[in-house]
């Protein structure tokens, strides 16, 4: 399997993980070390802080998609665009968060990830999040 193979295959596994809501997995998929940084707020977090916020998405929102992905890789890593779909389970609203995310890749995970999105999506998305 080439570089290139290697790292669709481990992309596609990761998105596939969180849209089933297998955070070890997602968890898995990251360096020890990696750096998880987000645009809305500039923070880098870990790998552990993220598997904290996902696990709480995953609580709150249910019937996740990541609809509309375009994956492209080279080698040293990956850029993917898609959409998060979901129904909040709190009132039973859909919300649905674009995204764009950019990772580096050494030896079969990601070291670092730069996810995009608008902060108006991100604040539907997390509407409910405290209730």
């Given at each position: 399997m080439s570089e290139l193979d290697?790292?669709?295959a481990m992309a596609t596994r990761f998105f596939d993980a969180i849209e089933a809501g297998d955070i070890e997995t997602m968890?898995?998929?990251f360096a020890p070390g990696a750096e998880i940084w987000h645009n809305t707020d500039e923070l880098i977090v870990t790998r552990d802080q993220t598997a904290?916020?996902?696990?709480?998405?995953v609580a709150r929102i249910g019937a996740r998609e990541y609809a509309d992905r375009r994956l492209t890789v080279f080698p040293g890593g990956f850029v993917q665009q898609h959409v998060l779909k979901g129904v909040r389970t709190h009132d039973g609203g859909a919300v649905r968060?674009?995204?764009?995310?950019?990772?580096?890749?050494?030896?079969?995970?990601i070291t670092?990830?730069?996810?995009?999105?608008?902060s108006e999506h991100v604040a539907e998305f997390r509407k409910f999040a405290n209730a």
């Open positions: 290697e790292i669709r968890r898995d998929s904290a916020t996902l696990t709480g998405m968060l674009p995204c764009a995310i950019v990772c580096k890749v050494e030896g079969g995970r670092r990830l730069d996810e995009y999105f608008d």
